[in-house]
């Protein structure tokens, strides 16, 4: 295996090459299709997956068969929480299902936990992507419960731009909506009708994507959670800066 063609990934980055070695060596690249899904819920935690390319939802349900998209995984990002130090297999409580054709690295579970106690490069890696995890988590938790759906499709928005191209227009809806409307808690069609508002503001609104009319057009929806990946943030052009310094 070509340990070096991963050392783009965040997650490996400026790893020691040993390390990788023993980690990867029991390692194997997989392709789901969309739909697939990569583990079930009450499976047990064998491995771990590295996204490597495409989407990935964590999925949760109830009895009366209704299920959600909790949180996101794209390229990089290790599925499910890599740095607990796990004893023994453990059950899986959510399933993980393909949002897009996705292509992974799988890794056993035992090769990640033996990577962490061997290299602090590579354990705090994990520590960050997890911490940065949890900052995303605590900012889509407060916009399920706080923001209105505009609110919500409007931030959903700027964070896509800023993952493809951030000084652009163009953004590209990277799943289906009805995964998107899952993701902002509305319904699909709640998700249209929001949609058409944007219409009305001059965006274009395709089926796998969305075209800003300005590059502002969508800053009224940054919040401190992702304001870092913008060119402007700090700067007088920052609305949401200049917002800060008047209270």
């Given at each position: ?47 771990y ?76 890696n994990?520590l ?19 923001k ?23 953004i ?47 800053c ?28």
């Amino acid at each position: 295996m070509d340990f070096l063609g991963y050392s783009f990934l965040s997650i490996f980055k400026n790893v020691e090459l040993n390390i990788m070695q023993e980690m990867l060596s029991g390692s194997s690249k997989m392709q789901f299709s969309k739909g697939a899904f990569l583990l079930s819920q009450d499976d047990q935690i064998s491995k771990y997956y590295v996204v490597l390319e495409g989407w990935c939802g964590v999925c949760g349900g109830n009895e009366e068969g209704q299920e959600t998209v909790l949180q996101l995984f794209r390229q990089g990002e290790f599925i499910t929480e890599p740095f607990i130090n796990r004893e023994h297999f453990e059950i899986s409580t959510v399933s993980v299902q393909a949002l897009t054709q996705v292509s992974v690295l799988s890794i056993p579970v035992g090769a990640v936990n033996a990577a962490q106690k061997n290299s602090i490069i590579f354990a705090s890696n994990m520590l960050n992507m997890c911490s940065e995890r949890c900052r995303e988590l605590r900012y889509h938790i407060e916009g399920l419960t706080l923001k209105t759906a505009t609110q919500r499709v409007g931030r959903f928005l700027l964070k896509l731009r800023f993952m493809t191209d951030p000084n652009g227009q163009d953004i590209v809806l990277p799943f289906d909506k009805s995964y998107i409307a899952s993701y902002l808690g509305i319904k699909p069609e709640t998700l249209s009708r929001t949609l058409q508002t944007f219409k009305d503001k001059g965006f274009i609104v395709t089926k796998g994507s969305v075209i800003m009319p300005s590059t502002r057009a969508l800053c009224e929806f940054c919040d401190k959670g992702i304001m870092n990946k913008c060119s402007f943030s700090g700067k007088e052009e920052c609305p949401l800066c200049n917002l800060e310094c008047k209270i």
